[in-house]
């Protein structure tokens, strides 16, 4: 090992990976191919990014099946894509200066999905593995994509669901309160029959009173 790796693990810095190799490059263009419209959708709601998410999961799950140079993580396929991406820009710039040198560019650049796609790819025969790489992204994506969808459906229920019972409670502080002016009034009710009473009594014994002075006075 030389003195200069040594200092760079000694520093915790990692090893630079392999190269990908022309095989698996055209792999990963080929495994995105299915999935364009989601790869290139420029949308960035939730729903969108979760898309773009599950595809390259499963598009790095299926890379890494069939790669040939070591294991790959997406951030690492995503930067292969964009190279290729900007490798294609500048491929397109020099076709368009050789041919016409007066033409201005317009600016009109073909990814590197859709130039595989017009070029070789559409004149060779893919061969049972790769079918078969596309068969197996295909049914990850759907499951990907329905799971997306019922945990949509979920939530809505749930929205629902807590909708009734913020509207029960509501009904339930109605009962109380009505429950609590009735039982007001009930008291209130009673406390004025309480008053006439005792307004009626004192009334008696004033009656009462008066009756037995005259009794006095006429003794």
């Known amino acids: 090992m030389s003195e200069n790796s040594y200092k760079l693990k000694k520093h915790g810095q990692r090893e630079r990976g392999k190269n990908f190799c022309s095989s698996e490059k055209d792999l990963l263009l080929e495994l995105l191919l299915p999935h364009k419209s989601v790869v290139e959708n420029v949308k960035t709601d939730a729903v969108s990014n979760q898309l773009k998410a ?3 999961s499963e598009v790095t799950i299926m890379f ?23 490798g294609a820009r500048r491929g397109k710039n020099d076709n368009k200066i050789e041919e016409n040198n007066d033409k ?3 600016n009109e650049v073909q990814d590197p999905v859709q130039l595989k796609t017009e070029g070789e790819f559409n004149n060779s025969k893919q061969n049972n593995s790769t079918r078969k790489v596309y068969d197996g992204c295909s049914i990850l994506y759907n499951k990907r994509l329905s799971q997306t969808e019922n945990n949509l459906k979920y939530e809505e229920e749930l929205h629902r669901i807590k909708i009734k019972k913020a509207n029960a409670e509501l009904e339930v502080s109605e009962l109380e309160r009505t429950f609590l002016i009735q039982k007001m009034r009930y ?9 006439r009473q005792n307004k009626l009594r004192e009334e008696i014994l004033l009656l009462e009173l008066k009756h037995k002075k005259k009794m006095f006075n006429l003794e």
């Open 54 to 56: 599950d595809v390259w």
């Open 64 to 86: 890494n099946l069939n790669q040939t140079s070591g294991i790959r993580t997406t951030l690492q396929l995503k930067n292969l894509y964009d190279s290729l991406k900007r």
């Open 104 to 106: 201005s560019d317009n």
């Open 187 to 195: 008291e209130n009710e009673k406390l004025e029959s309480e008053l």
